[in-house]
């Protein structure tokens, strides 16, 4: 389906918005109608002409006006009423391809965001967000360009070819012949540019992406660029990328430029041919001097309306080059997918289980070979080791971020896989190492997943992650905002918030990964004692390099190149006298230096 869509992306972009068929007719109508009625006064004026040149055995008299001055009335009531149509329509048309224009790209960003968010994290580990950015923003625009007036352009180009060339044949076969003597080679030179410009504006678009990722990192990481005071050769990477930007643009835009000034020179040969045999005819008396009015009118119409084809294709290329790289995100399978089964989250009893989980990285060796574990519901257990060791991706696995390439996990004695994702994700509260805020206040974040949640409730989460008294001394309390992810707070106060949006949550499994590492001493205690209340009954995974932050979990694991390779007791663990004891001694051993030479 995805190749599909990248090889015929006009037509997959009509399949998609088949929901608007009804406002598409009524606005390519719309279009034609408009069309047929701006054709109008060119007949109108040779109608004239004749009235004056033949008076009452003009075209008109034949019809019962004789009285020329009656003729001319009748001519002047049909302008305005022309006219005033052509402006009707002209409106309609406007509103109905705007209004669609803006309801596809709409639903189309939708669209694309909600699958973007169905996409496994491995997805985004191989992207890069400004290449998200770009095809959300940039290509949907670029998408609604095109259907705001470059759908139009077309449809009236076609009804003016078909009207004028019914009219041409009508008065004059032979005349019509040489009018639309160059309308081949048009149609030739648009395929022709079409065919070569498609992978120039290809080529924009994905520099786009490229200039627009290099931005969002430069102000993600601003910070750093300061304080390494790289500013110059941040720039000078950007002007780099820009510059390459603008030179696959001028390489589209000079070959699209061609276009007019060509066909142009074609064109001429039809108008020449129109101005000259229809003069003969005339002259000789064979064509009345109202019916060469008409086709030297008919003639700029007809043909100088081709020469903003360029323009047109050139909006329509652009265009496609866009919609390839969004119905190509569109089309990108989803590979992990929840199941039918929804957890009654007050049943839940928070039992995990790893069966002989193999799991690799893409393009990695295996971290994990037949791992198997299993967690007894309510207990707090406990992940150490180096980095590296397969400590977080456990959690991943568990959160179903990545799939297991063998093996199961289980909640409860179910498979992970058969649950539905919001349900599953639903049952776990996560305090990852690296916290992210969003731009709003306090309150908003701590309340974050749980959008009802009273004022009582985020207050108590906040105390137990002893937030509170902080969030007190800022200047508008719960309500202060806090900057784009959290930049206004202490490392040690965002984490904070982060525990407290998932203690907020009250989930019957509760992860802590990292979850005080940016936390002084002094707080980590009154968050060791606050956690010591919040995990009874509640099946807790902690993952922590400080082994005196989980010296009362259950049980500690010490994983080690992705395998267990000791558990047990903090007690147990140090008689044992292997890893866990020498980390131990190293820590312990460092805070005694520290302690001393303080």
Do not use: C
């Not at 402006?87 to 705007?98: D, G, K, L, M, N």
Request: proline share 3%.
């Amino acid at each position: 389906m995805e190749t599909q869509e990248i090889r015929q992306p006009l037509r997959s972009l009509l399949r998609y918005g088949r929901r608007h068929r009804r406002q598409m007719w009524l606005a390519t109508w719309y279009s034609i109608l408009n069309k047929i009625f701006d054709l109008a006064p060119p007949i109108l004026i040779g109608a004239a002409v004749d009235v004056v040149v033949r008076k009452q055995d003009s075209l008109l008299g034949v019809f019962g006006a004789t009285d020329p001055f009656t003729q001319l009335w009748i001519l002047g009531g049909l302008t305005v009423v022309i006219w005033a149509l052509e402006s009707v329509f002209e409106y309609a048309y406007a509103v109905a391809w705007r209004e669609l224009a803006q309801t596809i790209q709409h639903e189309l960003r939708l669209d694309a965001y909600s699958h973007i968010q169905t996409l496994e994290m491995s997805y985004f580990d191989e992207q890069r967000t400004g290449e998200l950015m770009s095809i959300l923003n940039d290509d949907i625009n670029q998408l609604e360009r095109f259907l705001d007036s470059g759908a139009n352009d077309l449809l009236q180009v076609a009804t003016t070819v078909v009207v004028t060339g019914a009219v041409f044949f009508w008065m004059s076969p032979q005349i019509a012949l040489w009018a639309i003597a160059p309308m081949p080679l048009v149609l030739w030179g648009s395929f022709w540019f079409q065919a070569r410009i498609a992978p120039r504006y290809a080529s924009v678009r994905e520099q786009a992406g490229a200039l627009n990722s290099l931005l969002s990192n430069h102000l993600s990481g601003i910070e750093v660029i300061k304080s390494f005071t790289t500013e110059d050769f941040e720039r000078g990477r950007l002007e780099e990328q820009s510059q390459l930007y603008r030179e696959r643009n001028r390489a589209a835009i000079q070959l699209s430029a061609l276009f007019v000034p060509l066909i142009r020179m074609v064109i001429v040969v039809g108008f020449s041919a129109t101005l000259l045999l229809g003069g003969w005819y005339t002259l000789r008396g064979t064509m009345a001097v109202g019916a060469y009015s008409v086709l030297i009118f008919l003639t700029q119409r007809l043909l100088w309306p081709l020469t903003r084809l360029g323009n047109t294709f050139d909006l329509y290329q652009r265009a496609m080059a866009s919609t390839q790289r969004v119905l190509g995100l569109l089309g990108r399978p989803v590979q992990v997918s929840g199941g039918e089964k929804q957890l009654d989250l007050t049943k839940v009893r928070g039992e995990l289980g790893f069966e002989h989980v193999t799991f690799a990285y893409d393009g990695m060796p295996p971290l994990f070979q037949d791992l198997s574990l299993r967690v007894p519901a309510g207990e707090t257990w406990a992940l150490v080791g180096t980095t590296g060791s397969g400590k977080s991706t456990l959690v991943r696995l568990l959160l179903r971020f990545y799939e297991p390439q063998q093996g199961d996990i289980l909640l409860d004695g179910e498979d992970i896989r058969s649950l539905q994702l919001a349900s599953l994700r639903g049952a776990i509260g996560l305090v990852s190492q690296h916290v992210f805020l969003f731009h709003g206040s306090v309150r908003e974040n701590i309340a974050y997943g749980s959008p009802h949640a009273t004022h009582e409730a985020i207050e108590r989460a906040a105390k137990l992650a002893e937030a509170h008294p902080f969030i007190e001394r800022l200047p508008q309390g719960y309500d202060t905002l806090i900057g784009d992810r959290g930049q206004k707070l202490s490392g040690g106060q965002r984490q904070r918030l982060s525990i407290a949006r998932a203690l907020l949550k009250d989930p019957p499994i509760l992860i802590l990964d990292e979850a005080t590492s940016a936390i002084d001493n002094e707080t980590e205690a009154a968050i060791q004692r606050s956690l010591e209340k919040i995990t009874v009954e509640r099946t807790t995974l902690v993952i922590a390099h400080r082994l005196s932050t989980i010296r009362h979990a259950d049980k500690s694991l010490l994983m080690e190149d992705g395998r267990i390779a000791e558990q047990g007791t903090h007690e147990d663990l140090l008689a044992l006298d292997g890893g866990y004891a020498r980390l131990w001694r190293v820590q312990t051993g460092e805070r005694q230096a520290e302690h001393t030479k303080n």
